[in-house]
Nanobody, 124 residues
């Protein structure tokens, strides 16, 4: 199984970025997907989750109203549209796949597979 994130980079505060996570080696449509992030010196934290069908999403309060998760099961890809970025959004962003029963898993240990991460840096 491979999850490969892309789309990270440097952006000014108020700007936007779109992250992608391409999955292979698994039946993508059977997995719910999540995005996490880890800022320097901090623990990895939950950002957002999407159900296997894309019909349900759950956002951390810190990104609600600014970030949008979506998925394309035909392309085995999940996306994270990040708008109105703030310096505190600076982190390495990871996508993760989960086949467990929890509807909106927010714990790292609930996810089965992880990508290598992509750096997002927001300058003030």
């Amino acid at each position: 199984v491979q999850l490969v994130e892309s789309g990270g980079g440097l952006v000014q505060a108020g700007g936007s970025l779109r992250l992608s996570c391409a999955a292979s080696g698994l039946t993508f449509s059977s997995y719910s997907m999540g995005w996490f992030r880890q800022a320097p010196g901090k623990e990895r934290e939950f950002v957002v989750h999407i159900t296997w069908s894309g019909g349900g999403t759950y956002y951390a309060d810190s990104v609600k109203g600014r970030f949008i998760i979506s998925r394309d099961n035909a392309k085995n890809t999940v996306y994270l549209q990040m708008n109105s970025l703030k310096p505190e959004d600076t982190a390495v962003y990871y996508c993760a796949a989960d086949k467990g029963p929890t509807r909106y898993p927010r714990g790292e240990d609930e996810y089965d597979y992880w990508g290598q991460g992509t750096q997002v840096t927001v300058s003030s």
